[in-house]
């Protein structure tokens, strides 16, 4: 993906490779997790591949698009000691009406492969309109204390990785690390298959 905003993981191709720095979006910015990072742009085959295995019961996909998170895992977390998956969860309204959360079978997948538990310790409390088509304030609006920690968890020091497919802006998990970031956990990063 070339150049990376060392923050939210923004690729800007345009710039010498190795180039340190931070974009304008997350200069403004105060983000609850360390680091977010993906594998692929979400486009072309890697976006037919989501689309297909949350909206489309094309569930043979799961395989691969592991493979894909495997490889960003494999390019940005593997020198870090992981204490648990934790992948973004779906209110549960939208849970029960597409029947799975991609962003748990994602971590559990790689759960199998790496050997690193999933935690599965948040809740999507609030109902929230969809993302799709908000600007980029108005997302972070929407987002806002939309998650919190389920009961009998404790985070207090652990080192999480928040699991998802997609990552735009970087609301959604942003909300997500805060709730961790309030409980008291460790280092928090953001894993994604692609970046839009």
Known sequence: MGPVCRQCGEPYPELEPGADFVC??????????????????????????????????????????????????DRHAAGQVWDGLVPVPLYHRRRRTRGFNQAYELARSLDRRRNIPVCDCLYRYRETPSQTGLARNKRFDNMAGAFA????????GRNLLLIDDVCTTGATTNACAQALARAGSGLLAVLTISKS
Do not use: N
């Open 24 to 73: 304008a979006h997350c200069a403004e910015r105060t983000w609850s997790f360390q680091w977010a990072r993906a594998g692929f742009h979400t486009e072309g085959q890697v976006l037919e591949a989501i689309i297909g295995f949350k909206y489309g019961e094309e569930f043979y996909r799961l395989r691969q698009l592991t493979d894909w998170l495997e490889i960003a895992f």
């Open 149 to 156: 920690l389920k009961p009998k968890f404790d985070v207090r």
